[in-house]
């Protein structure tokens, strides 16, 4: 079947079969998604790494559903039942549901009722009912009659026979599939509180009284009702007829459904209210019971993908901020009874100093702290103060502020860091290898002034699952989770490249083709034998082959070595292109790269050869013309307003300038230098729909935006990225709307198509009694003052 797993990945991408089978060759022989998305173009045609990653995880769905087949093939031919009409039915099956459907009447089961009533001898009885409705059942049922297996009168007759058409009924895969589906488009949830749980399940209170169409529901709340079910303060049911609900006579129209596809209508005839009945039960008892649990799964899965995406995106923003650079820095680590914690780091990353300083009661000690941070700005050249994003934040910001306010000859930059995952760091076996003098508490202010130079670096020296910017994280799939952080990663990682001089065995982990193992090898050789003087020297690094090497090389850079190329993303299996370049413009390497005038006479086709198509070529003019250039934005700083310091000094009308902090489901949260985020509603975001908040902000964006309100009281901050908006009208607008979808953590109101009839206030916003928003969405949370309740 590979064929056509290749075909059907094919038109799913919307490219050439000849595409995937190359891409799956590649995949299938040990290549990463990165090196075959950069380097294999040629091959593939091309493809990025979305579509690499898309066709990756269908490839594997795929082959698991051919897997499955197969079994189901096996299974159903040793019991002797498989036949051509079959066979061609569970090779037609294009997804688990439907061959799972197939499947369900061969199926080895426990002894059923229908099977101890075939055993009976009570099929034909079944079978003749269903073919002649003009037979009387109890009439027919009297020849069944048979005490020694078990059927003392034609009432245990009959019973037997119905057990054997629910089965049938409900084992019918075209008739399950087509309800399943109608029971998708028009079913609801319905959530209810269990008696005497409100006080326990207040965090759930929006959902005590809640019903919404099960094609509606987004993720973020399909997540929430699970957790209260889970927690036992909510009862969730399937509405499959909420249209119907009020009609409490005669039969459903799912029964109805099951009656025509099996001919059985009420037309006056002995055994026709009897076939009714069986198809009554078979909807109550089996059918309805089948489909509840499966549409389910299907919300479910469907929830933890979106959930998984989230989690995803908000990784990658985080691993592709802007990095700071060489720049020295000051890394404070807030507290408050344990003080706050404060590590510098040169150029470099190399922790210069540390100390603790106790500004914040009990002790109190401002102005001694901020002579501290004084001496030891001056005394290493210290430019940026990176502050963590934890418990005295907002204490330690107007510190680091009056700081700069009573030194402004140190020229120093305060930015708020997010410090998620710093404590995993600090106590992992990695920290302790890498400082070993330092105290744990100290170890995080180090990692905190090192995201802000290089967050790609530092983070990845975390487990993607302790950085903490997802939702009911928890509650997810650990194996669906991880396979999408780790794909993140080593897409950002590769996607900036790796100093192989300078990187961690943890950063090198993730570049491709190298393994924990050969990672460590790597940073051996280097601190045995200096700093590599080109790429042809990993490969005396043990246990680094070939095939290591052509997957690695061309993401590993090596700055001031022997080859300027080296510094480049061009692989070296490339570099006699380079050479033939060189000979054809008559320069030498150095007068090449970077010449972008004589680098853009050149035509690419003039170099295409039978190893290297006009896609490489193209590549490697563009790499000669900005060598080892960083995809990353340039670091910049917002210029928050002077005199805006409170949540007090702000007034409806003001134009500030901000960065966002964190992107929800319901807008975008900016800090405008108040110590409290503010929140753009995804209808305050842009004059046209907004699908997709993040289409328009990501985290680290630079913004100017409009103050359309502030609730000092419950310390809220309402904003409008649309400047020329009536502040009164959009205050209003957004209010509303800031209501209704703040239940994308769980909040007040529902979404169109959602009905509450609860009218109690401040309920839960993240869906679960222990566990809060974790990392940089739960900051953002606690900053706009959205986390009440929580």
């Not at 070529?617 to 340039?634: F, M, N, S, V, Y």
């Not at 100017?704 to 009164?728: A, F, G, Y």
């Amino acid at each position: 079947m590979t064929t056509s797993i290749h075909q059907r990945i094919a038109e799913e991408l919307g490219v050439r079969e000849r595409q995937v089978e190359a891409a799956v060759g590649l995949l299938d022989d040990g290549a990463t998604v990165p090196f075959v998305a950069r380097y294999r173009k040629e091959a593939t045609g091309a493809l990025d790494d979305t579509q690499l990653r898309t066709l990756e995880d269908r490839l594997r769905y795929l082959r698991e559903l051919e897997e499955r087949r197969a079994t189901i093939i096996e299974s159903i031919r040793s019991q002797g039942k498989l036949d051509d009409e079959l066979h061609a039915q569970i090779m037609a099956a294009d997804s688990k549901a439907r061959l799972e459907d197939i499947y369900l009447p061969y199926k080895p089961k426990r002894r059923t009722k229908a099977q101890i009533a075939r055993e009976a001898g009570l099929e034909p009885l079944a079978d003749g009912l269903l073919a002649d409705p003009s037979r009387d059942p109890h009439h027919e049922a009297e020849t069944f009659v048979d005490p020694d297996n078990g059927v003392a009168d034609a009432a245990a007759a009959l019973t037997g026979a119905r057990a054997i058409l629910v089965e049938r009924f409900a084992e019918d895969a075209d008739l399950i599939g087509g309800l399943r589906e109608r029971m998708w488009e028009q079913g609801r949830l319905v959530s209810r509180v269990r008696d005497d749980k409100e006080e326990a399940g207040a965090k759930f209170s929006d959902y005590f009284d809640f019903s919404e169409a099960l094609t509606q529901l987004p993720s973020h709340r399909v997540l929430a009702l699970f957790r209260g079910e889970k927690e036992e303060i909510l009862d969730l049911t399937l509405d499959p007829e909420p249209e119907a609900a009020e009609q409490a006579t005669g039969p459903s129209d799912y029964e109805q459904r099951i009656a025509r596809h099996f001919d059985i209508a009420d037309r006056g005839r002995p055994a026709d209210s009897w076939l009714l009945e069986t198809v009554r039960w078979a909807w109550r008892t089996r059918i309805f019971v089948h489909l509840d649990i499966d549409l389910r799964m299907r919300l479910w899965q469907a929830a933890e993908d979106e959930a998984v995406g989230v989690f995803a995106a908000n990784l990658r923003d985080l691993l592709l901020a802007a990095p700071a650079g060489t720049r020295a820095t000051m890394g404070l680590d807030p507290g408050y009874r344990t003080g706050v914690k404060v590590a510098v780091v040169d150029p470099t990353g190399k922790v210069v100093a540390t100390e603790t300083i106790y500004p914040h009661k009990p002790q109190a000690r401002w102005d001694e702290a901020i002579a501290t941070l004084e001496q030891l700005a001056r005394a290493h050249g210290v430019e940026l103060v990176a502050i963590g994003n934890g418990t005295a934040s907002r204490e330690t910001d107007k510190l680091a502020g009056d700081l700069i306010k009573r030194h402004p000859d140190l020229k120093l930059t305060k930015i708020t860091v997010s410090e998620a995952g710093a404590s995993v760091y600090s106590a992992s076996s990695y920290a302790s290898q890498e400082l070993p003098e330092l105290d744990v508490s100290l170890r995080g202010a180090v990692s905190i002034a090192r995201r802000l130079q290089d967050p790609l670096a530092e983070l990845v020296k975390i487990d993607p699952k302790s950085i903490g910017v997802g939702q009911y994280q928890h509650d997810l799939s650990e194996v669906k989770l991880s396979r999408s952080l780790d794909a993140v990663v080593e897409d950002c990682v590769n996607g900036v490249g790796v100093d192989v001089n300078t990187a961690s065995a943890p950063l090198l982990t993730r570049v491709s083709g190298i393994s924990s193992g050969l990672a460590t090898n790597i940073v051996l050789h280097r601190d045995s034998n200096g700093p590599f003087r080109s790429r042809t020297a990993l490969k005396d690094v043990a246990r680094l082959g070939p095939k290591a090497f052509e997957q690695c090389a061309g993401f590993l850079r090596i700055p001031g070595g022997d080859d300027p190329l080296d510094a480049s993303s061009v692989h070296p299996e490339a570099y006699p292109v380079v050479r033939r370049i060189l000979n054809a413009t008559d320069t030498s390497i150095t007068g090449l790269i970077g010449n972008e005038t004589r680098l853009r006479q050149l035509k690419p086709e003039d170099f295409v050869d039978d190893n290297f198509g006009l896609p490489t070529i193209t590549d490697i003019l563009k790499e000669l013309e900005k060598p080892g250039r960083d995809p990353r934005p340039a670091f910049k700083t917002a210029a928050f307003k002077d005199g805006v310091n409170e949540l007090a000094d702000l007034r409806r009308g003001m134009v500030l300038e901000g960065v966002v902090t964190n992107v929800a489901a319901f807008g975008a949260f900016v800090d405008v230098g108040v110590h409290q985020d503010g929140l753009v509603h995804v209808s305050a975001m842009s004059k046209s729909f907004v699908k997709d908040p993040r289409d328009v902000a990501k985290p680290g964006d630079i913004v100017r935006v409009k103050v359309l309100d502030v609730d000092i009281p419950r310390k809220r901050i309402s904003l409008t990225l649309r400047l020329d908006d009536d502040t009164e009208q959009a205050a209003a607008t957004s209010q509303d709307g800031r209501g209704r979808d703040q239940s994308a953590e769980g909040g007040k109101g529902g979404p169109k198509g959602g009905k509450r009839t609860n009218s109690k206030r401040g309920g839960q916003r993240h869906g679960g009694r222990d566990e809060q928003p974790q990392g940089a969405l739960a900051d953002a949370l606690r900053r706009a003052g959205l986390d009440k309740g929580l």
